[in-house]
């Protein structure tokens, strides 16, 4: 989910930008340099296990290596030697890019179902307090849920709050993939909502896949839900500094490398997500195409040309959307630059009629959304540009609007 939610706090990120200088100086005392320890994860235990296997007398490739690499690798598997590795090592594959997205898929299951019985076992842990228990619970149903027939989970990791990725549509033959990064507070828990459904990871990329499917029946989309990077929480001092947009810009970077096809991608980033894409878009790849951000606080740069991406770059907010008092500058590691839909920025900017607020961008209905939809199918003719004069389209090729 996207936080920046209650206007109030708006306050919290004045007060830490005022505060820039000193926050900096203490940071290079050494005041920051508190080292979270943690054993290994079940992932890390997964991809280790991974490293010392090997398939008839061969060692298993790098499980970092180029997804190319890999995915060369498991071509040159039977099924059957596919499907060991998944059951072997369930989470290392589910997580790795270059491997075949419907293996993945299933890599996955097996993780989510043992992570299931796990949970299951917690909620009756006398070891736990009730609040421990309860919270084994709702991650419990959360497993269960993602569990349900149908869904394709593209990545998974349980430790911590969680990071997850859910594709919608037929990723391996889509003529065009989207992508949706959400924001703050985003993890295994607000991965998908009943209440405020569009403003959650799985009800944003529901709306865009059916939008998508609305604009141009003819085309065979793809969209992926994806939360596999660690977000910030709440309006504290990650939500003000890149610190997870740096690493989620590497994981995002990662996912796009690795996906199969190459069909032209768009990223749809919505609040701090637009952090991510920001710092992530001069490492992009070629065939992404768009980058849509909406309710930005800034994109780490000053305008459109420092972003050195290829890929055109457009920006929506709504009038009521509270995110626009936030104060558009960067102070040291402080705030995230320019406001993306002011004309200095130098982005395309579109209508957002009818989004309501920071959180109801993907609402069926919208303009936003319908907007989104037109860029993930290309029918860039289509768009409503914020502005009457329609320059949001301006100099966009005969190509770029077929």
Known sequence: ????????????????????????????TGWTALRNQRGTTAL?????AWEHGRIDGRRLPDPHAAPARLARFFASLTQRQRLGLAHRYPLAVGNMNGAPVELRYRANRLALSKARSIERRRTHDSRLSPAGQQEAGRRMHRYESLLSPGRRILAFDPEGSGRIAEVFGNLSRADRVSVVVPGADTELLTFQRTH???AAPVGMAEALYRAERAASP??????????DYTAPSGLGMDAATATRAADGAVRLNALLRGLPGEAPVSLF?????????????????GRVTD????GSPGMRAEKVSQLRTSARVWAMRD????????????????GHGADPVSAAFG??????????????????????????AEIGVGAYRSLDCAHEDGTCRAGLSAAATA
């Open 1 to 28: 989910m996207t936080s920046f939610d209650t206007s109030p706090q708006l306050n919290v990120w004045r007060a830490l930008l005022a505060l820039a200088v000193v926050f900096v100086m203490l940071a290079t």
């Open 44 to 48: 890390q235990a997964s991809v280790t």
């Open 196 to 198: 405020r459904k569009y």
């Open 218 to 227: 003819a085309t065979r989309t793809a969209v992926i839900a994806w939360a």
């Open 269 to 285: 980033c919505h609040s701090y997500g637009s952090v991510v894409c920001g710092v992530a878009a001069d490492a992009l790849p």
């Open 291 to 294: 980058i849509a951000v909406a």
């Open 319 to 334: 009038a009521d959307d509270w995110i626009q008092d936030v104060p558009y500058m960067e102070v040291g590691w402080l």
């Open 347 to 372: 982005a395309r900017v579109l209508s957002a009629r009818g989004a309501k607020g920071h959180s109801g961008y993907f609402v069926p209905g919208t303009e936003s959304l319908r907007n989104f």
